[in-house]
């Protein structure tokens, strides 16, 4: 028998990005930006997105997605804090959400009576970093009872995110967290990186994240 | 955990280039992987040898190769072109 050669060179994420590139062209279309929220599982996605709702969703028509390995309870405890529809996403031992699911999960979102999306993505801090769901920007999370040189041990995620949110502020007298040298880390693996520090216990501590979402609202109402 | 992702996709593209029929004459899949892809070799390898053993494909090679950055792609198949050589 003959061996013959095919020549290929296809990305293998081309299927998952075309579908990435389809619900960013529906997001755009409709005005609405949409953030990939990626950490370490407990690291407090979560509990900011409970607090966001609570605080802003009165006055921000907030849509989100979440995506867990087994169980819907983090679409549960959101649900408690908003009217909207919250879409639960179980992947069922996969270990990120794909762009397929996201766009499914879009489907069922009124994005002309949404202002805002947010996509809780699996905890892990590996493999969500790989895929595109067509989101305007990754924010990933990194909370002080971790270690600072996460970014360092996990670049992917902080090179592809464009926000970083550092979480549980109010545990640093226990911790022994520096915030400088996390920075440090952060910024030495993508120096472009926007740090919000934040907390959803102390007073104000959610002030520099509802900073920066209502920039990016006001950003995606002026263009 | 992703790699076996990973390796579906691959398997789904070798389906698309050589169609369903002739996925049993792959006999190898070539890989281009960034040191910066996100993927382990180890776990990718075991993935798609794995799916590679099981029909409708016969046992076809997986060929990775490391290239800097973040590249994730199907290089090339080598398949049996069914007809005798000899």
Not at chain 1, 186 to 191: F, G, R, T, V, Y
Not at chain 2, 71 to 76: D, E, I, K, Q
Request: aromatic share 4%.
């Amino acid at each position: 028998m003959a061996i013959r050669t095919i020549d290929v060179r296809e990305r293998v994420m081309a299927r998952n990005d075309q579908l990435a590139t389809g619900v960013r062209e529906q997001l755009g279309r409709a005005g609405v930006p949409a953030f990939n929220l990626v950490s370490s599982p407990g690291a407090g996605k979560t509990a900011l997105l409970e607090r966001t709702l609570a605080d802003l969703g009165r006055a921000v028509r907030i849509a989100v997605v979440t995506g867990d390995v087994q169980t819907q309870n983090d679409a549960d405890r959101l649900a408690q804090h908003t009217d909207r529809l919250v879409q639960a996403v179980v992947t069922n031992g996969a270990c990120h959400l794909d762009a397929l699911q996201v766009a499914t999960a879009l489907g069922a979102i009124d994005l002309e009576a949404t202002d805002l999306v947010f996509i809780e993505n699996v905890g892990n801090l590996v493999c969500p970093a790989s895929w595109d769901l067509g989101e305007t920007g990754k924010i990933v999370l990194l909370s002080v009872t971790e270690g600072e040189d996460k970014p360092l041990k996990y670049p992917t995620a902080f090179r592809r995110a464009a926000t970083l949110v550092l979480t549980k502020l109010d545990l640093m007298p226990h911790v022994s967290f520096s915030l400088e040298r996390a920075v440090q880390c952060a910024l030495e693996i993508n120096p472009d990186l926007q740090v919000l520090f934040t907390s959803t216990i102390l007073p104000e501590g959610l002030e520099e994240w509802y900073g920066f979402l209502r920039a990016q609202l006001h950003r995606r109402r002026a263009a | 955990m992703h790699e076996m992702s990973v390796a579906l996709e691959v398997c789904r593209i070798a389906e698309e280039r050589v169609g369903t029929d002739a996925l049993p004459t792959v006999r190898a899949v070539g890989l281009e992987v960034g040191e910066q892809a996100g993927v382990e070799i180890g776990s990718l390898t075991f993935c798609l040898e794995t799916l590679l053993a099981a029909p409708p494909f016969t046992g076809a090679t997986p060929v990775i190769e490391r290239r800097p950055g973040d590249v994730l792609r199907v290089s090339y198949l080598e398949v049996e072109d069914g007809h005798p050589d000899d």
